[in-house]
């Protein structure tokens, strides 16, 4: 029987929590065993209604916004004060298929160098990028994530398969550079062996960073098609909009420092200068704020 800790991050939009808990509910836990920790990043926000209706899981309070990385880390930490096995990181905007927990730790027992698996993504249906392109049959098959992709030469992360339908062609078994923060399954071990979510990021990159953590100690890093879950992509950080300029911006140069080659390195410190020159404004004060290494929740 093996034990699996859920933790799911709570900012906004409780509608769209309360549909996540639903679906954990319905979950075939065949072997399984789950305990479900529901962080509440937000101290404006009141779950009440929810702590009525999922007596069983477990509410946890930061007491202020601690971003993606130090509000998971806050539920992480409580999971694997225990017994669990595994922690299975989700978005709260996320629904899943019932056999996504089973296929993931199914995958997992076959190598124990295996230390952090994703399932297949999917847009929940009407939340595509690019709604105009499909046809009502496709909607809920459009792929979100099937797979991470790093271009080392670029410093650039991305999905593979997003905006295609699938049809299959993405449902091998197979390591990959990076598995999304939006729903990770991770080996207990990999957290007592490199730490939790680096909470210098607060918010983008952080999973890409602690997945290239985990590799460098030895770890295996899957994508497991057989598990899928589907993402209600909001959109509440846009390409463009400050949060996303900032973030990505800042955290693209941190974790390019640490893990790129020399001359990389020199290409993104050039790149840095020039968006110092021509970039959106919030675009600058993320390459000064790396530069004066202010990270965390920085000047946002």
């Not at 019932?98 to 994703?118: F, N």
């Not at 991770?186 to 990159?205: A, C, H, N, S, T």
Request: include cysteine.
């Amino acid at each position: 029987m093996k034990e699996i800790s859920i933790v799911i991050l709570h900012f906004s939009g409780r509608e769209q929590t309360e549909v996540c808990l639903d679906s954990i509910k319905k979950l075939n836990l065949k072997d399984l065993e789950i305990k479900v920790f529901v962080v509440n990043n937000n101290p404006k926000e009141n779950l009440n209604s929810l702590k009525r209706k999922f007596k069983e899981f477990v509410f946890l309070e930061t007491g202020k916004n601690l971003g993606y990385a130090g509000g998971n880390n806050v539920g992480i930490k409580k999971a694997i004060s225990g017994k669990s096995d595994f922690v299975f990181v989700i978005n709260n905007d996320t629904f899943l298929d019932k056999d996504a927990l089973t296929e993931l730790v199914k995958a997992s027992v076959s190598d124990e160098k295996i230390g952090i698996l994703g399932p297949k993504i999917y847009f929940a249906p009407g939340y595509e990028f690019h709604k105009e392109r499909y046809q009502a049959k496709d909607k809920g098959k459009v792929i979100w994530y099937a797979g991470g992709l790093i271009d080392w030469q670029n410093v650039v992360s991305s999905h593979r398969g997003v905006d295609e339908v699938d049809h299959g062609q993405y449902d091998t078994l197979i390591e990959t550079d990076f598995v999304s923060g939006c729903a990770m399954l991770v080996r207990k071990e990999v957290f007592q062996k490199i730490g939790f979510f680096d909470e210098r990021f607060f918010l983008y990159w952080e999973d890409v960073d602690f997945c290239q953590r985990a590799k460098k100690v030895g770890f295996k890093i899957m994508f497991v098609p057989q598990a899928k879950l589907w993402h209600a992509n909001a959109g509440s950080s846009e390409v463009g909009g400050k949060i996303h300029d900032y973030y990505m911006t800042r955290n693209r140069l941190l974790f390019g420092m640490r893990y790129a080659d020399l001359r990389t390195k020199i290409a993104l410190v050039r790149q840095s200068f020039k968006i110092l020159r021509q970039g959106r404004l919030w675009q600058k004060i993320g390459v000064k704020d790396f530069y004066l290494k202010k990270f965390g929740q920085g000047s946002l």
